[in-house]
Nanobody
Framework: EVQLVESGGGLVQAGGSLRLSCAVS????????IGWFRRAPGKEREKVSC???????FYEDSVKGRFTISRDADKNTVYLQMDRLKPEDTAVYYCAAGEFPVAWYFPERNEYWGVGTQVTVSS
């Protein structure tokens, strides 16, 4: 059993930054991709970024150049640094663990999910 706990969400003005954390317990990173996904009110869940056990990273086009995913294997934590935030980034952000690539392209195929953290970007 893998547990994922997100933290770091909050309210920020457009152009500002936030860093989200996803603490992973119950397993190591081996074999799982850890992804960030988000759901805005009234919209479908969308993928944001993911990182593999070999440190390869992937980003949705809308966040490329603004968001950076990283992981600290010693702390079993994945981070999402979000810079130059826009109001359209407002959403609940979730981290999830699953097998790449299927869990990246089909978020519902992730095996484990956190409960999410709210990010609100004001204009």
């Amino acid at each position: 059993e893998v547990q994922l706990v997100e933290s770091g969400g909050g309210l920020v003005q457009a152009g500002g930054s936030l860093r989200l954390s996803c603490a992973v317990s119950g397993s190591t990173f081996g074999g799982y991709a850890i992804g960030w996904f988000r759901r805005a009110p009234g919209k479908e869940r969308e993928k944001v970024s993911c990182i593999l056990s070999d440190f390869r990273t992937f980003y949705e086009d809308s966040v490329k150049g603004r968001f950076t995913i990283s992981r600290d294997a010693d702390k079993n934590t994945v981070y999402l640094q979000m810079d130059r935030l826009k109001p359209e980034d407002t959403a609940v952000y979730y981290c999830a663990a699953g097998e790449f690539p299927v869990a990246w392209y089909f978020p519902e195929r992730n095996e484990y999910w956190g409960v999410g953290t709210q990010v609100t970007v004001s204009s």
